[in-house]
């Protein structure tokens, strides 16, 4: 081989192994710096989410208290109005009222038997419901 080939070859291995090697090291800089952004993004979208959850749960956990004070609210103007209706003299019951406790009111009125166990049925749910607010 004559000289001039040997100094090629020598200039070549000079300038590609370099190169080479900055394009190895290069990849292997970006495949880290990806695997780093990826998981600072993974812990910044879990800290955000999470904050995001406890928020939402904070919110329900408000309107559910604020349905529960309205729903003791009703329940107490419900039970006072209780009180005052059984406390104060006995009053006239409206005729179709008076069907659900009456048997010859239930004739007169000529309810059917699914009418009837309809009333029966409001009849125990009512009983039951008084005897659980007067606390027996």
Sequence with gaps: MRIRWKFLLVLLAISIIPM?????????????LGNDLATRTR?????????????????????????RDLVEMALQVQASELEKIFAG????????KRACWDPAMR????????????????????ADRWVYLMGN
């Design 43 to 67: 812990d910044v979208l879990i800290r955000e989410t999470s904050l995001e959850l406890k928020n939402l749960v904070e919110e329900h956990a408000t309107i559910l208290r604020r349905e």
């Design 107 to 126: 004739a007169e009125l000529r309810l059917n038997r699914s009418e009837i166990n309809m009333l029966e049925e409001w009849e125990i749910w009512a």
């Design 89 to 96: 003299p006995p009053t006239q019951i409206p005729s179709e």
């Design 20 to 32: 080479l090697l900055m394009r190895w090291m290069g990849q292997r800089s970006m495949r880290e």
